[in-house]
């Protein structure tokens, strides 16, 4: 390893087996307190629904192994609370701990969705205050917070529209999505039971007004359209693309995964947008988890309201809050009981803790990605060069010349100690290398990483076997993913070896 | 505010390396009218002690202090520490989906032992990496069967999950899915002779839960065969995972859609939960959600990746199983924590306990003059009976002992009057279990509130 590597040095890496392979028959590591009832016979009771074999393969170990088994396979991921994570459009801000401990509390955790209302004022009281402080950030009129996930809210914003349009006696054919979108959006559109049609970009990476006239026509529902979009430029002309769907009767829908670029300091209600969702996980800092649990808040405006899902939170005139189930214009439900109320309970602790401070994040988020974007270019091409927001988009088109390409520079900023940044990703851009930093990073952070990724430059222009064979560092090089998908292995079988 | 890491003058030194003479600099190109001039109005801020208070006053506005004998999707299960303390170890918590796998094998490694898990408890042959909770992954089986047989038709089970079934219609209402509900008969379980009657060679699938939404546990060999006879898939939903620890697995089954809710998570009002799919080998292509599988790099170490992604929506978009993209990873990880830290015998007792105390619970309960069971059918830990007199009044008059009541059917199921759903756990102590007997004995005692 390179002396000349700032940020990170080698560490000893335990190695693990599965938990499969530790177990031995008899040991366990949790004790349940003693049965204050008579045992039942499960043969007598359950009959032939009996399964007195007992669950076949299940591991037997103590506590230690468990705790030692997952804390050793914890220190073999990257994490945000190491160092940076500067994937773009996934915006790997910090989780605050204090998040992680108010919805462990005693009447957060413990609450059951179909408890009685009297009983659950709390719950509804901080679902309440998120909605409001939501409606706030996006200048939207109605919210609903049961979508599970962005996909979720984007699928439940479509329904939304579809449903209006119905009313209007029309629900129309087809959704316009950009070529640069985020693939849940036209695998949401199929759902919903739209056609989809891709519109192309123009040559600044937004949307083509004079091309989308043409398009939008009385068989157009929508225009999902995410703003700022993936390449981090706001759309200049946001509200002439709202006058062009409206006045052919479609509406815009707004992918919020970018809405870090954007809270306090401008409000899609205000710029001509229908419906968006927002991503909880990302704008507000409920962690990833390794791949979730999120949340995909709705928020709508008024033409949209009676069509919400159920329940809907409704104040009562006494003041009480309560889940309404009867709305028959609704949508109807599109998921299980009230969302994923622990990360609503997350988003709400880091408004509070911002306050209308949250500005200063977006404003440090921002200047983050353009003190970034400002130190590498020259190093790595830049093939869309309006202002960018939160987050830049370079190519590898330099790179490519001496054979080298986005993902193996991406694999040798691993070796820099840092996660890489999102690759190939937008599809508009060839070899797309998509640097979102969030504001989370200190300039001494952003400085190690500008550092590593011209570094990395050079030693491409140098010694790019180097580079095209990365990581060196890690515990397993790359992992041969065309064998591993030809004949897949999903699951630990005993004898098998795997 | 403490969670930014930057000094004025740092802020001053980047400004001027990026060449801006203000911050607003940096969003000219947002339409000026487009600006916000004034600062929102919101909540806040608080430091971190006033966050804490806010939520500790919350809290007290639930339901603090009463004992419950709700279950209907959501039981209350004892849950380690030890759980805890792995979940919250930043390098699980804030860590990303694991695309880059090099420095992703703790996660990847987890979901490759939480789908075995989920093999070994559903007796399928694969299980993914998660799904939303039981009501989606209940949802995306049955667009999975509708994908798999090219037919249209569902038939749900009356007595799959309320809001399972909502979940359901709300998906299919616009692509292209017919769904049809089959009654329970005297049994609580799906009626055989509706089923006859409907099922033909148009059905994709035919959806049941088990144990049922009443808590029986329903006949899966015999339904299978005749669901697998018109070349239908059976699709069975499980909400309480650890019935699984003694209630022979839905091996009959061609997608079996759980919710693990049950193993290690909170109630939490609803969620997060964790939801799961498992099927045959066979169907592995058109499953959705992700799926970690095994590979070796090049010096033939043993690793795990993100594999089949053509399946999914970063790459497939509009042609994509599913248009999941972020799922349930880290409840998907308690579960794994929690299943392993149980262990075979673990899962055995823990499934016993609940046995027996729903066993303890209905005898006591049909000794009370006009309480009796509903349905004639083996149950694991919840089960319904009949009430003299509406269930809500009595649950009322229960509320004021700090006891949650049983659900109430009658307004899931209007031909259910006076129908209660009682679920106890492990957790519910026989103490708990006594007031409530008492209490509901007084309650029918009481005069009638007056309609």
């Known amino acids: 390893m390179s002396d000349k590597i700032t940020k990170a040095s080698r560490h000893v890496s335990q190695n693990e087996g599965l938990i499969f392979e530790k177990s031995s028959p008899g040991k366990r590591a949790f004790e349940l307190p003693p049965l204050d009832v008579p045992a039942a016979d499960p043969a007598k009771t359950l009959g032939a629904n009996h399964r007195s074999e007992g669950v076949g393969g299940f591991p037997e170990v103590s506590e230690i192994e468990v705790l030692r088994h997952f804390t050793r396979l914890s220190t073999w991921n990257y994490a945000i609370d190491l160092g940076m994570y500067p994937l773009g459009s996934c915006t790997m801000k910090y989780n605050p701990r204090v998040n992680e401990f108010v919805v462990r509390l005693d009447g957060i955790a413990t609450e059951h969705p179909l408890q009685p209302q ?204 309560a889940l309404e189930q009867d709305r028959p214009r609704s949508i109807g439900r599109v998921k299980a009981f009230s969302g994923n109320f622990g990360v609503l309970v997350r988003a709400l602790a880091y408004i509070l803790a911002y306050g209308p401070g949250i500005r200063q994040a977006t404003e440090d988020a921002v200047l983050n990605a353009n003190y970034i974007r400002k130190h590498l270019e020259g190093a790595f091409a830049l093939p869309y060069s309006r202002p960018s927001m939160h987050e830049v988009v370079f190519s590898d088109a330099v790179q490519k010349e001496q054979g080298v390409n986005t993902m193996d520079i991406a694999k040798r900023l691993i070796d820099y100690g840092f996660h890489p940044y999102t690759t190939a990703f937008p599809l508009i851009v060839p070899g797309a290398l998509m640097i979102e930093p969030t504001e989370s990073e200190s300039k001494e952070e952003c400085d190690l990483f500008i550092e590593a990724m011209r570094a990395i430059a050079e030693e491409v222009a140098s010694n790019p076997e180097l580079v095209k064979s990365a990581p060196h560092t890690t515990r397993i090089g790359r992992l041969d993913e065309v064998a591993a998908a030809r004949k897949p292995v999903l699951r630990w079988k005993q004898g098998s070896g795997v | 505010m403490r969670y930014l890491p930057k000094s004025s003058s740092e802020r001053d030194e980047m ?119 039981g009501s989606t992954a209940t949802t995306e089986a049955a667009l999975m069967a509708e994908r798999i047989t090219r037919r249209q038709r569902v038939l749900v089970a009356r007595s799959l999950h309320p809001e399972y079934r909502d979940v359901l219609r709300t998906y299919a209402k616009n692509s292209g899915l017919q769904v049809e509900e089959i009654p329970f008969g005297a049994y609580g379980t799906l009626d055989p002779k509706v089923l006859e009657s409907a099922i033909g060679e148009d059905v994709a699938a035919v959806v049941v839960q088990s144990p049922n939404f009443f808590g029986v546990i329903e006949s899966g060999p015999a339904l299978a065969e005749r669901v697998h006879s018109s070349g239908a898939l059976l699709v069975v939903a499980v909400t309480e995972g650890v019935s699984l620890g003694l209630v022979r697995p839905p091996t009959e089954a061609d997608i079996v859609a759980l919710e693990g809710q049950s193993f290690g998570l909170a109630p939490s009002y609803g969620g997060p939960f964790v939801g799961v799919i498992a099927t045959h080998e066979k169907f592995v292509r058109q499953m959705p959600g992700r799926l970690a599988g095994q590979a070796t790099d090049s010096r033939g170490r043993r690793g795990f990746v993100l594999t089949l992604a053509a399946r999914e929506q970063h790459i497939r978009r509009e042609k994509a199983t599913s248009n999941i993209c972020t799922n349930q990873a880290l409840c998907a990880l308690a579960a794994t924590v929690h299943l392993t830290l149980l262990g075979k015998e673990g899962l055995r007792e823990m499934a016993e306990q609940n046995l027996s105390k729903a066993q303890f619970v209905l005898n006591e309960l049909v000794k009370i003059p006009g309480v009796r069971r509903a349905f004639d059918a083996p149950f694991f830990n919840e089960f319904t009976v009949t009430l003299p007199r509406s269930v809500e009044a009595v649950n009322r008059q229960l509320l004021r002992e700090k006891i949650v009541g049983p659900l109430a059917l009658d307004s899931l199921y209007p031909e259910l009057t006076n129908h209660a759903l009682v679920c106890v756990t492990e957790t519910t102590t026989r103490a708990d279990i006594e007031k409530f007997v008492s209490g509901l004995r007084l309650a029918l005692a009481l005069p009638r509130e007056p309609r």
């Open chain 2, 15 to 133: 400004l001027a390396a990026v060449g801006a003479r203000s911050i607003d600099d940096l969003f000219s190109s947002i339409p000026e009218r487009y600006r916000l001039r004034e600062a929102l109005n919101l909540p806040g801020p608080l430091s971190e002690p006033e966050v804490i208070q806010y939520f500790k006053e919350r809290a007290k506005e639930n339901s603090v202090g009463y004992s419950s004998f709700l279950g209907a999707g959501v039981y209350n299960h004892l849950r380690s520490v030890v759980t805890d303390a792995i979940i919250q170890r930043g390098e699980f918590l804030t860590s990303y989906t694991p695309y880059q796998a090099e420095i992703s094998q703790g996660t990847l490694q987890a979901i490759f032992e939480f789908q075995t898990l989920m093999c070994q408890l559903t007796g399928q042959e694969l299980a993914n990496a998660s799904m939303w909770d």
């Open chain 1, 118 to 321: 009297v009983l659950s004022q709390g719950c509804l009281k901080i679902m309440q205050l998120l909605e409001q402080s939501l409606l706030e950030i996006t200048g939207m009129d109605a919210l609903t917070l049961q979508p599970a996930a962005g996909a979720q809210g984007e699928l439940t914003g479509l329904l939304l529209i579809r449903a209006y349009l119905e009313e209007q006696g029309n629900a129309r054919k087809k959704v316009l999505i950009p070529d640069s979108a985020h693939g849940t959006n036209p695998a949401t559109a199929v759902i919903a039971g739209y056609q989809v049609e891709n519109i192309k970009s123009d040559s600044h990476g937004q949307v083509d007004v004079e091309k989308l006239g043409e398009l939008v026509t009385e068989d157009v529902a929508a225009l999902m359209i995410t703003n700022p979009s993936t390449l981090g430029i706001f759309e200049q002309s946001i509200s002439d693309i709202a006058a062009i769907l409206h006045a052919k009767g479609a509406l815009l829908y707004m992918d919020g995964a970018n809405m870090n670029a954007l809270a306090g300091v401008a409000r899609p209600g205000d710029f001509g947008v229908d419906v968006m969702h927002l991503n909880l996980h990302k704008t507000f800092s409920t962690p990833h988890g390794g791949g979730g649990p999120g949340a995909g808040p709705v928020a709508m405006k008024k033409i949209l309201e009676p069509f919400r899902p159920i329940p809907v939170l409704v104040e009562m005139g006494s003041g009480e809050l």
